[in-house]
T-cell receptor, first 111, second 114 residues
Framework: DGGITQSPKYLFRKEGQNVTLSCEQNLNHDAMYWYRQDPGQGLRLIYYSQIVNDFQKGDIAEGYSVSREKKESFPLTVTSAQKNPTAFYLC??????????FGPGTRLTVL | GQNIDQPTEMTATEGAIVQINCTYQTSGFNGLFWYQQHAGEAPTFLSYNVLDGLEEKGRFSSFLSRSKGYSYLLLKELQMKDSASYLCAVRDGSISGGYNKLIFGAGTRLAVHP
């Protein structure tokens, strides 16, 4: 079955530590995205990538980094520079400008 | 600026019809999406409108008026499983290069009661 997977589902991190969230898709989509979701707010775009080896900052990229070495994979690193990292993180992919398909999400909690 | 407004919460009765409104202001418009999101899960795509009018898909329909910056999602024959958040998202047409940037509203939490 084609789809998007994210791991882990729940992640706990101590303050000052970097952590990497995984996102893999086998839909053969060119574009991939990372969003952050906080209670009472809409999804906010962190980074996006339209093709392999290329990515762009979204609206809230500070404290985050990404890579796109393979078409299938778009990992997100939450660095210690991110001031308020506790949130629900969603990865998505799309074929061009068609609808975006979302992964199941990773809930990150900073202790 | 860019702004999308939806009601925060709505309640409805099983078997009834409910309309969830979405108003938007964007620098460029190139389509509107509706997603359903159950608590703690991924959003799933429901509908897409780029031209004015009504798009029907089973129990769900979505309407768009570009001149009014307005859309609604209509859910008929409500079922308990329709209890979820409904997200309105506008594609920003001011971005060049074919990039598919979506601006999301905060979502409307719908509770369906027996």
């Amino acid at each position: 079955d084609g789809g998007i997977t994210q791991s882990p589902k729940y992640l706990f991190r101590k303050e000052g530590q970097n952590v990497t969230l995984s996102c893999e898709q086998n839909l053969n989509h060119d574009a991939m995205y990372w969003y952050r979701q906080d209670p009472g707010q809409g999804l906010r775009l962190i980074y996006y990538s339209q093709i392999v080896n290329d990515f762009q900052k979204g609206d809230i990229a500070e404290g985050y980094s990404v890579s796109r070495e393979k078409k299938e994979s778009f990992p997100l690193t939450v660095t210690s520079a991110q001031k308020n990292p506790t949130a629900f993180y969603l990865c998505a992919s799309s074929m061009g400008r068609n609808e975006q398909f979302f992964g199941p999400g990773t809930r990150l909690t900073v202790l | 600026g860019q702004n999308i407004d939806q009601p925060t919460e709505m309640t409805a009765t099983e078997g009834a019809i409910v309309q969830i409104n979405c108003t938007y202001q964007t620098s460029g418009f190139n389509g509107l999406f509706w997603y359903q999101q159950h608590a703690g899960e991924a959003p799933t795509f429901l509908s897409y409108n780029v031209l004015d009018g009504l798009e029907e898909k089973g129990r769900f329909s979505s309407f768009l008026s570009r001149s009014k910056g307005y859309s609604y999602l209509l859910l008929k024959e409500l079922q308990m499983k329709d209890s979820a958040s409904y997200l309105c998202a506008v594609r920003d047409g001011s971005i060049s290069g074919g990039y598919n940037k979506l601006i999301f509203g905060a979502g409307t939490r719908l509770a369906v009661h027996p």
